[in-house]
């Protein structure tokens, strides 16, 4: 019999990790770290030491006791969990560090798969020095619709839409029947059709595992932020805008960067990005970007209006040194510090508040509306749906003759959702 674990994404945003067991063989789709705010004992002001990160980590409950799967070098001497324990395959669904942030401490003879733009993606950060705590895994690239096999498994990698490249969804074909899992997932972005054409591939399956993130948030609005809108507010602001603009943004978002760049271009403005993140677009093909270094600080005191300036979000005093204050604006688009929720974000906002510069939140989510949710599982049809990654699992309400199970971390499932 098959057996589905649940060891992270319960009951919270990110750390997904899903287990799924058969004939001796396993897949784990995800090996998220948890989101920086929250529960994560390592968060900020925490120090890391990095020789002992997965150990410590281990010890506080902050990753999944799971044998076979860590890299003895990175666990405490003689640790069970280091003895290999039948064949494993880790398949990520898309490179943000709530799905990949375990990935380095990953014993050598895991495989690590993931989409090649998402590869990418990964391989360029590494390149600029904010890779992977324990390093890159040796990589194992995959494309739309490619099937790996792990003993009786096939795992099919399906390209969905998020916010970030490669962002892949899986359907696992297992001896009970076929598990597809979201990973993150989003139908109101450019590549909604990706994220329809998921739910057609999986429609049928006996096993959903989707994310929920939206479930937790309340929806006023009846209309979705879309990037659209982003991009409209976008251009708006920097044709109101007096003196230099301000910009946070994510940049492994390269389809909403490639946006943003061709909109301060039309508004007669040169974005400069602090030099790793410069070094990690070109990487990532972006052409035309300036680092902040390469510019006289002289040219953006003279001429404000023709700038605008993506900050390095650890070094705020580095706004002393920029021409900002009331007459400029700190435009907010899904960048760092992220939210509220974050450690980060007080100081943050604290600073814009002391130098008098208007803050302007223009974002859009990565994740689906609990309206386009809904209609997923009733356009699939599932046997079974298990909503993780949301701390609302409970307001996914499937149709009649679809069970909804909400997991337990570390319990285990069968096909038909019963416990095991
Ligand atoms: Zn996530």
Known sequence: MVSI????????????????????????????????????????????????????????????????????????????????????AVFVSHPHIDHVGLAGFVRPDVPVHAHTHAVDVLRALEATGEGLR????????????????VGPMEVECV????????????????SDGVLAFTGDIRFH???????????????????LVTEGTTLGWEQRDNRFRTE?????????????????????????????????????????????????TAAFLRLMGVESVMDAQDVDLSDVRAKPAEFVVVPDPADLPSLLDLPAGPDSVFVHANGEPLG???????????????????????????HASQGDLHAMVE??????????????????????????VIAEYGSSYDFAGRTR
Not at 230 to 256: H, K, Q, W
Not at 386 to 404: D, E, K, V, Y
């Open 159 to 174: 390209a969905v839409d998020h916010d970030v490249p490669g962002a892949s969804g899986y359907l696992v074909h297992t």
């Open 189 to 207: 972005g450019r590549n909604a059709q990706r994220a329809w054409d998921f739910v057609t591939r999986a429609a049928g399956c006996e096993v």
């Open 340 to 366: 509220p929720f974050e450690p980060r974000w007080e100081p943050f906002t604290d600073w814009l508040s002391a130098l008098g510069i208007p803050l302007r939140q223009i974002g859009c989510s990565g």
């Open 134 to 149: 324990g390093g890159d895994p040796d990589w194992h690239r995959l494309t739309d619709g490619q099937r790996t096999a």
């Open 379 to 404: 356009r699939m049809r599932p046997g079974a749906v298990f909503p993780i990654h949301t701390t609302s699992p409970t307001r996914l309400h499937p149709p009649l003759g679809i069970s909804r």
């Open 228 to 276: 659209a809108d982003v991009e409209r507010d976008f251009a708006a602001l920097l044709e109101s805008t007096t003196g230099l603009v301000l910009l946070s943004m994510y940049p492994r978002d390269i389809e909403r960067v490639h946006a943003f760049l061709e909109i301060a271009a039309a508004a007669g403005r040169t974005v400069l990005w602090p030099s790793h």
């Open 5 to 88: 674990e649940f060891w992270g994404g319960v009951g919270v945003i990110g750390s997904s990790k899903i287990l799924i067991s058969d004939g001796g063989h396993r897949v784990l789709l995800d090996i998220g770290l948890d989101i920086p705010g929250g529960k994560d004992y390592f968060r900020p002001p925490v120090r890391i030491r990095p020789e002992r990160e997965l150990a410590d980590r281990l010890r506080m409950g902050g990753a999944p006791r799971l044998p076979g799967l860590f890299d003895p070098a990175a666990l405490d001497a003689g640790d069970p969990l280091g003895e290999a324990a039948g064949e494993t």
